[in-house]
């Protein structure tokens, strides 16, 4: 019995780490921040109130979600030198490859002092990381069509902040529709945190050395990037294009079982869902609703995603091997249609992704028990043997 749910003691004496955070049950596709369901908290909350009860463990009240709201609101602006990173990249280098460099860097430019043992300066870290991660991947796109870095309007709400920095520009008005606005903050929910997930353990992993919270968030963008990861979605709508009509639909179907190429279907299969992810069922919904308001009706790229999904559902192999859409399946659609380029999409996973990292982050460094990370290894070598020195080796 450890809090809330009871666990045999082969899973307990495996486990990496103990959390509070988040919970979940693969096999029934349920997934609980801090206890709450994640389609109440997407369909009825907003970012930063998730991102509190992440942090801190409560939603908060009146109070304590202005004062939250305000101490973000009055980080979002990064330092002015740290604009010049962005100039040191070429124009087409991946925005995910920027984000890598220029979160890096925070670490080097101005918070390489930080006292991780200070719970005020581990907070005001993690603060800053959330309010930052918006206008640096806005300035990284910005960056990447030559348009001017437009700065954080501190009157707007965290992603309406986000969508003014990526699509507005000095020459002209721009107005933030809420709807959509709406939208991109329940994408952000659904993306905040996943448990133990691989770019999560990057940054648990490095953080158990010790080493700065921005470095460490750095090397879980990295993780996050691969197409086995966070790189699904933007793979999954390259897949979804490729497919292009659904009369295509069963050659792909064929080419994942016969395991042609390696090649798997982007957005399906998960390492704990052998059931429907959660988060996908609010993506779709979520995704019908933002190509409704941009007035794209009948998407062939949705109309592909759902056919899809219904053959594979009732196919044996996927059925068999439990195979079921994730986060990823539905978002490239999502994020098209809200006007992103599909290099930007794991930059928005990694945005919302970056308060579930440092939260976990904030847990482990808190903990008094926790140790440096060191997974062990099953060696499959040589038994010992003597040197040979080079003219006498055959
Ligand atoms: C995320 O961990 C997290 O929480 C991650 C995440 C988060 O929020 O942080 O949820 C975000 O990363 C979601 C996953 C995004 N990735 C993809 O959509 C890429 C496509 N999916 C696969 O690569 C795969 O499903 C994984 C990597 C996600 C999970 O792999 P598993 O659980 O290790 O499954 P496996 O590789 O052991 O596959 C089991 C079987 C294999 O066949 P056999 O070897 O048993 O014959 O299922 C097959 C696989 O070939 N399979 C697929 C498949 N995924 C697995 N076959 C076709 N298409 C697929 N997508």
Redesign the pocket.
């Known amino acids: 019995q450890s809090g809330a749910f009871t666990y045999d003691p082969g899973f307990t004496s495996t486990a990496s780490c103990k959390s509070d955070i988040t919970f979940?049950d693969g096999d029934k596709g349920v997934l609980l921040y801090r206890g709450y369901p994640i389609d109440q908290l997407a369909e009825n909350g907003n970012f930063l109130e998730t991102c509190h009860l992440l942090l801190y463990g409560e939603l908060p009240n009146k109070q304590e979600y202005l004062q939250f709201r305000n101490r973000v609101t009055y980080h979002t602006m990064i330092h002015e030198q740290m604009n010049k990173f962005f100039s040191g990249f070429r124009r087409d280098a991946h925005p995910m490859a920027v984000m890598v460099g220029t979160v890096g860097a925070l670490a080097a430019f101005y918070h390489d002092s930080i006292d991780i043992n200070d719970p005020v300066q581990r907070d005001l870290a993690a603060i800053r990381m959330i309010a930052k991660m918006p206008t640096i991947a806005a300035t990284a796109f910005k960056y990447s069509i030559g348009q001017p870095f437009i700065y954080p309007n501190n009157q707007l709400d965290y992603a309406s902040n986000f969508l003014y920095m990526m699509f507005a520009v000095p020459c002209e008005e721009y107005k933030v529709n809420p709807v959509l606005s709406r939208a991109m903050d329940r994408i952000f929910v659904l993306?905040a945190d996943?448990?133990q997930?691989?770019?999560?353990s990057t940054v648990r992993l490095a953080g158990s050395s010790g080493a700065n919270p921005f470095a460490c968030i750095a090397a879980g963008i990295a993780c996050?990037w691969g197409?086995?990861?966070?790189g699904?979605n933007e793979?999954?709508l390259k897949m979804l294009m490729e497919i292009g009509t659904v009369d295509r639909i069963p050659e792909f179907i064929k080419r994942?079982?016969d395991?042609n190429d390696n090649?798997?279907?982007?957005?399906?299969?998960?390492?704990?869902?052998k059931n429907y992810?959660p988060?996908a069922r609010v993506m779709q919904k979520t995704c019908k609703e933002v190509l409704d308001i941009v007035g794209v009706k009948n998407d062939p790229l949705l109309q592909v995603a759902l056919e899809l999904e219904r053959i594979a559902l009732e196919d044996e192999y996927?059925v068999e091997?439990k195979?079921y859409p994730?986060?990823?399946?539905y978002s490239g659609i999502t994020l098209k249609a809200l006007g992103f380029p599909t290099s930007m999409f794991t930059v928005l996973f990694a945005v919302a992704?970056t308060v579930g990292w440092i939260a976990q982050w904030k847990e482990m460094i808190a903990d008094p028990e926790q140790k440096i990370g060191r997974p062990r290894q099953l060696y499959i070598g040589e038994p010992q043997r003597d040197y040979v020195p080079l003219d006498l080796r055959p």
Do not use: M, Q
């Open positions: 979940i993306h996943h448990e997930n691989a770019s999560t996050l197409p086995a990861h966070g699904a793979a999954a994942a079982k395991k090649f798997r279907l982007s957005g399906f299969g998960h390492r704990v869902y992810d988060r996927f091997k195979l994730n986060i990823d399946f992704r």
